[in-house]
């Protein structure tokens, strides 16, 4: 099958981790080492599909969109998608996308050994979410048989909300600070800008092993433009009935943000953090926050993906 930009604007990477919303020790398809711990977290469906690309118990369609972002460690996406770059884009968006959320180095991680947590924890509060794995399953196949339908990330999400706001993408302790919703959500626009950055990848071969390395050694790596912003106006509230302003602007930022969510990573009230494919790109967003009536703070770092 050839890659065209048309397929590459029907796949969505969010759907990468929808595998961690499943227990799979509950399921039984996590079994246990020789040492006696248990096995990896079989979340991207490993033990759903076997090595022909046929899922006779568990009736998984790979053709399906979505499998197009959650099987791609199989030998069948590469005979079947090897001229596509979507794995590719979903890998480093996915590597992006942690790095960001959770920035410890190696020796940090290595420190932490206690057993992982399957409610997100929350440092503000303190307080951690309850453990809402799918155990059942009949369970399992209704979300098999969901994603087999090629549905949007929107629908998915809404359907599995509160499955995807209470699991942390990384279970262990230390790690476990940010959803699986935020992270996937946030892998999703990644994904779809290093699309339009890179159509192709100069120098590494759509259908070779995915390493970081690989990546580092790129001919001509692509860039990103990252934006931390912070919006003020230029209104002074002298009266109380001049407090409509705060409404007014926050209207005004959310009809900008609309038009560059795929940009927008995080965002809280008049402060967020952008990523943009391009200069022009980000001077776009400048130029209709300007035009809007804020006043811009920003701090830029224009980065090579190696």
């Not at 590469?78 to 790095?99: F, I, M, N, P």
């Not at 090629?150 to 600070?177: H, I, M, N």
């Not at 209207?251 to 927008?264: R, V």
């Amino acid at each position: 099958m050839s890659y065209s930009a048309q397929d590459q604007s029907t796949l969505d990477a969010s759907f990468h981790d929808i595998g961690k919303i499943i227990n799979w020790e509950k399921i039984g398809l996590r079994g246990t080492k020789l040492d006696g711990s248990l096995e990896y977290d079989p979340h991207e469906f490993e033990k759903c599909i076997d090595e022909n690309w046929q899922s006779p118990e568990w009736g998984i369609d790979p053709s399906a969109t979505p499998w197009r972002s959650i099987l791609t460690w199989h030998n069948g996406w590469v005979v079947e998608y090897g001229k596509s770059w979507h794995r590719w884009h979903t890998k480093v968006a996915d590597w992006l996308a942690c790095s960001y959320a959770r920035p410890l180095t190696e020796e940090e991680k290595r420190k932490l050994r206690a057993d992982p947590s399957y409610g997100v924890y929350t440092l503000w509060t303190g307080l951690r979410q309850q453990d809402c794995r799918i155990v059942d399953p009949e369970k399992v196949r209704d979300l098999i048989r969901l994603l087999n339908t090629s549905p949007s990330w929107a629908c998915v999400s809404s359907t599995y909300k509160d499955q995807l706001q209470a699991r942390p993408e990384d279970a262990r302790p230390g790690f476990d600070v940010t959803s699986v919703l935020a992270h996937s959500t946030a892998v999703g626009k990644l994904g779809r800008l290093l699309a339009r950055v890179c159509h192709q990848m100069k120098g590494l071969n759509p259908g070779g092993g995915i390493t970081k390395k690989a990546v580092c050694g790129m001919q001509r790596p692509p860039s990103i433009v990252v934006s931390h912003f912070r919006l003020g106006f230029r209104q002074r509230v002298f009266r109380a009935r001049d407090l409509g302003v705060f409404v007014y602007m926050e209207k005004k930022l959310d009809e900008i943000a609309d038009d560059f969510s795929d940009n927008i990573l995080t965002r809280f009230g008049f402060e967020g953090v952008a990523v943009f494919e391009s200069a022009d790109s980000r001077s776009s967003f400048l130029r209709r926050l300007d035009e809007a009536g804020f006043v811009i703070e920003e701090q830029i770092l224009d980065k090579t993906l190696n």
